[in-house]
């Protein structure tokens, strides 16, 4: 009873296992059909949206490729303005460069000019304060000739007066001895007479002899005279040239 009881309940088990497997074959296939049936009708809603949002995306981009074509225009437009805006600024600001230049180039040529001027007017007080050296050096070698040649004046007047006064001195000297002597002479004369004639033994006999040599001195004392007459004559002469 007891093992008919458990086969009986093998049976109960087994069937049931089977019942069990059917079961999860049957709901997995009602799940597989659940999802294709969902995924169908998730597709076709998937798919009538998707058509609708296609054409949306379609306008904007056909309204994106216009406001691009837009932009193109307007930017080339643009870029055509700019260039002639940058041609005009680029014209406009070499034209100021130039007359800047222009204005810059006449300033150096008149500072040029001036320097230039300068230049010659240095060059020409160069030159005259060279000219003023020149003729300066040579009046200071003037005046220098000019103190040697009075230096040596100086010292041949010294002299020629020193000889002046010798001559003088001497010339005075030769006056004073000839006229002491002229009466001697005429005395002694007499004497050599008297003593010629023989009328006085008084006269002593070298009367004639004194008598010659008195009037011989007498006779190179007026030639000393005439030389010196002709040495004071001549110095006369010499201090005059020399402008004493």
């Given at each position: 009873?007891?093992?008919?009881?458990n086969?009986?309940?093998?049976?109960?088990?087994v069937?049931?296992?089977e019942?069990?497997?059917r079961?999860?074959?049957y709901i997995?296939?009602a799940?597989v059909l659940?999802?294709?049936?969902?995924?169908?009708?998730?597709?076709v809603l998937?798919?009538?949206?998707?058509?609708?949002?296609?054409?949306?995306?379609?306008?904007k981009?056909?309204?994106?490729?216009?406001?691009?074509?837009?932009?193109v225009?307007?930017v080339?437009?643009r870029e055509?303005?700019l260039?002639?805006?940058?041609?005009?600024k680029?014209a406009?600001?070499?034209?100021?460069?130039?007359?800047?230049?222009k204005?810059?180039?006449n300033?150096l040529?008149e500072?040029?000019?001036?320097?230039?001027?300068?230049?010659?007017s240095l060059?020409?007080?160069v030159?005259?304060?060279?000219?003023?050296?020149?003729?300066?050096?040579?009046?200071?070698?003037?005046?220098?000739r000019?103190?040697d040649?009075?230096?040596?004046?100086?010292?041949?007047?010294?002299e020629?007066?020193?000889?002046?006064?010798?001559?003088s001195?001497?010339?005075?000297?030769?006056?004073?001895?000839r006229e002491?002597?002229?009466?001697?002479i005429?005395?002694?004369?007499?004497?050599c007479?008297?003593?010629?004639?023989?009328?006085?033994?008084?006269v002593?006999?070298?009367a004639?002899?004194?008598?010659?040599?008195?009037?011989?001195r007498?006779?190179?004392?007026?030639?000393?005279?005439?030389?010196?007459?002709?040495?004071?004559?001549q110095?006369?002469?010499?201090?005059?040239?020399?402008?004493?």
């Amino acid at each position: 009873m007891t093992s008919q009881n458990n086969i009986e309940d093998q049976d109960e088990v087994v069937v049931i296992e089977e019942r069990d497997k059917r079961t999860h074959f049957y709901i997995g296939i009602a799940a597989v059909l659940g999802l294709a049936f969902g995924g169908l009708v998730g597709s076709v809603l998937t798919a009538n949206k998707w058509e609708s949002t296609y054409q949306v995306l379609e306008e904007k981009y056909q309204a994106l490729v216009s406001d691009k074509s837009d932009l193109v225009s307007q930017v080339k437009t643009r870029e055509a303005g700019l260039d002639k805006e940058i041609e005009a600024k680029v014209a406009t600001l070499l034209a100021e460069k130039e007359e800047t230049h222009k204005a810059e180039l006449n300033a150096l040529q008149e500072q040029l000019t001036e320097v230039e001027k300068v230049n010659l007017s240095l060059e020409a007080q160069v030159k005259q304060q060279m000219d003023k050296l020149s003729s300066t050096k040579t009046e200071n070698d003037k005046l220098n000739r000019q103190a040697d040649m009075q230096a040596t004046m100086f010292e041949r007047s010294r002299e020629v007066f020193k000889k002046e006064m010798q001559i003088s001195q001497d010339l005075e000297s030769l006056e004073k001895e000839r006229e002491s002597l002229l009466p001697k002479i005429e005395k002694l004369k007499k004497e050599c007479d008297v003593f010629l004639e023989g009328k006085s033994w008084d006269v002593k006999s070298d009367a004639c002899d004194k008598h010659d040599e008195a009037n011989s001195r007498l006779s190179q004392i007026d030639q000393l005279i005439e030389v010196h007459k002709m040495d004071l004559k001549q110095i006369k002469e010499i201090t005059e040239d020399m402008g004493l």
